[in-house]
């Protein structure tokens, strides 16, 4: 009921209580912390005099919660741009056809998919050099991630899946299961346990990693290498939003350089620009035609 009441409320809004649609507001779906989000969205009503009317996610099930609101509203839009914080999603709802077609999706900016270590109780030259290495008996029980479900988690599993094929990555899958790893709801959960010591290591975000550095938390990224992922933001402009101007604004606004290095200083992303090499590299066409039973696979195996 109350989702239903807040999408009401910002129907009403945007509609001057049944007249047309008003063309000084934006709605927007966003997935981007909303610490973040709100500076740069007041920004843009500050340059432009159009009114942002955020709907936030939630951490523990991230893009997802959203991406299905949007599929949900396909045939009476409610949203003029999805914000997100990661591609996968993103480009989910772009091959459905959500997004307007020409220019109706972007990426800008990037985090990336990081382990991470308690430096009081693992050494940078003791740490894993490889995520399989997460398997091993060493690392039993010591390792935290968020369920593998959803957000950045998911988009990092499946393009595992994608670089080892599939019978070696349900190989991992297991393994690390077995290994009876901390399953928490959201990246920040994950550093969290790692900076109190309650697990040794995990698999987190860049931007979680800096933000418990910069609270002085004993944690450490180790670096970038071939089996971790890049993460992109996402934007796209859904097809028949109720305010394509203010849409069309917004999403050229938000792919700005100084919005990005805006965001960098902030801490929401590691850089304004994706960098040619490092992470995986990922050929999202298949890895969505695959999506349904690739995640239907992580949810047998990683089952709460």
């Not at 007249?19 to 934006?26: E, F, M, S």
């Not at 340059?47 to 949900?72: C, F, H, M, Q, Y």
């Not at 805006?262 to 999506?291: H, N, Q, S, T, Y």
Request: hydrophobic share 45%; glycine share 10%.
């Amino acid at each position: 009921m109350a989702v239903g009441l807040g999408a009401l409320a910002v129907t009403l809004l945007s509609t001057g209580c049944g007249g047309p649609p008003r063309q000084d507001v934006v709605v927007v779906y966003c997935a981007q912390d909303q610490v973040f989000a709100e500076p740069v969205f007041e920004d843009f009503r500050a340059k432009t005099g159009i009114r942002v009317l955020p709907v936030w996610d939630s951490e523990a099930v991230k893009t997802v919660g959203l991406a299905n609101r949007l599929l949900a509203e396909r045939s009476h839009p409610q949203c003029d741009v999805f914000w997100a914080n990661e591609e996968l999603r993103a480009r989910q709802l772009a091959a459905q056809g959500v997004f307007q077609p020409g220019g109706g999706f972007a990426t800008f900016g990037y985090r990336s998919r990081r382990m991470v270590i308690n430096t009081n109780k693992v050494s940078a030259a003791a740490a894993p050099g490889s995520i399989l290495d997460l398997t091993n008996a060493a690392w039993r029980g010591h390792v935290a991630l968020a369920y593998p479900l959803f957000g950045t988690t998911a988009a990092h599993f499946l393009a595992l899946r994608q670089r080892w094929g599939d019978a070696a990555w349900k190989s991992w899958c297991r393994a690390l299961q077995a290994n009876h790893p901390l399953l928490v709801d959201g990246n920040s959960v994950v550093v969290k346990l790692v900076g109190q010591g309650e697990a040794w290591l995990g698999l987190t975000d860049s931007d979680d990693i800096n933000g418990a550095i910069r609270e002085g938390a004993p944690v450490a990224a180790l670096p970038l290498t071939p089996e971790l992922l890049i993460i992109p933001n996402a934007l796209g402009v859904v097809q028949g939003s109720p305010h394509p101007e203010s849409a069309a604004r917004l999403m050229a606004f938000l792919q700005r350089a100084a919005v990005g290095f805006r965001l960098v200083r902030d801490g929401a992303i590691e850089g304004a620009e994706r960098p040619a090499d490092g992470g995986l590299k990922v050929d999202w066409d298949p890895l969505l035609k695959d999506l349904e039973p690739a995640t239907e696979t992580l949810k047998q195996i990683f089952l709460r």
